[in-house]
């Protein structure tokens, strides 16, 4: 079974350091990989996704993830945190078999402060 | 091009009751996928449909069910309310035909279970 883990279910940055969220997943297969973000009482949106088309893949809002393969890893940065990037953050892979069913990490909130 | 939309947005059931949460997604997109959302469990996934067809169900109890109608919509069923299924349902949408289509959410349903 397809699987993603999130490292550190709470990160704290300063406004304008680099921000590191990490993921690793386990998959047989070649995965298809997401991260979302979730505002305050709101759904998820989507940050960016990886289709095998790159390793490195840019997003909205500045962020941007690498696939690593050797490393199992598909971690999300970006170089200078606004607060506005205060969040939670999810890692996904898309399981295997058919369908549209997402696997989700624990998540990891982001707080940014002054 | 209007989100995928969920009502309604809040509601309050007492243990015992049934619930009706919503589902329209967007335009052109067969696909509906239902996730719960707590604090101890994250992010878990419920049932997809496509084509008014179950096609993926997760390890949740009888008690949730779903259904989607011959113009995509979907609804979800949860009978015989318990505390612990308070929560945040979300809905996505998708495309069909590759892996790698962006999966779409809503803003969610918040359910208390009092």
């Known amino acids: 079974a397809q699987s993603v883990t999130q490292l550190g279910s709470h990160v704290s940055v300063s406004e304008g350091a680099l921000v590191l969220l990490r993921c690793n997943y386990s998959s047989s297969v070649p995965p298809y990989l997401f991260w979302y973000v979730q505002y305050p009482n709101q759904g998820l949106q989507l940050l960016l996704k990886y289709t095998s088309a790159a390793t490195l893949v840019k997003g909205i809002n500045g962020f941007e993830a690498e696939f690593k393969k050797s490393e199992t890893s598909f971690h999300l940065t970006k170089p200078s945190a606004h607060m506005s990037d205060a969040a939670e953050y999810f890692c996904?892979?898309?399981?295997?078999?058919?369908?549209?069913?997402?696997?989700f990490g624990t998540g990891t909130q982001l707080k940014v402060e002054l | 091009k209007a989100g995928v939309t969920q009502t309604p947005r809040y509601l309050i059931k007492t243990r015992g009751q049934q619930v009706t949460l919503s589902c329209s997604p967007i335009?052109?997109?067969?696909?509906v996928s239902w996730y719960q959302q707590t604090p101890g469990q994250g992010l878990q996934f419920l049932f997809e449909?496509?084509?008014?067809?179950?096609?993926n169900k997760g390890n949740f109890p009888g008690r949730f069910s779903g259904r989607q109608f011959s113009n995509s919509r979907s609804e979800m069923n949860v009978s015989t309310l318990e505390l612990g299924d308070s929560a945040l349902y979300l809905c996505?949408?998708?495309?069909?035909?590759?892996?790698?289509?962006?999966?779409?959410f809503g803003e969610g349903s918040w359910l208390t279970v009092v």
């Open positions: 996904a892979v898309r399981t295997t078999g058919g369908g549209n069913k997402l696997t």
């Open positions: 449909y496509f084509s008014e067809t179950q096609r």
């Open positions: 996505a949408s998708s495309l069909e035909g590759a892996p790698g289509n962006t999966i779409y």
């Open positions: 335009s052109g997109h067969r696909s």
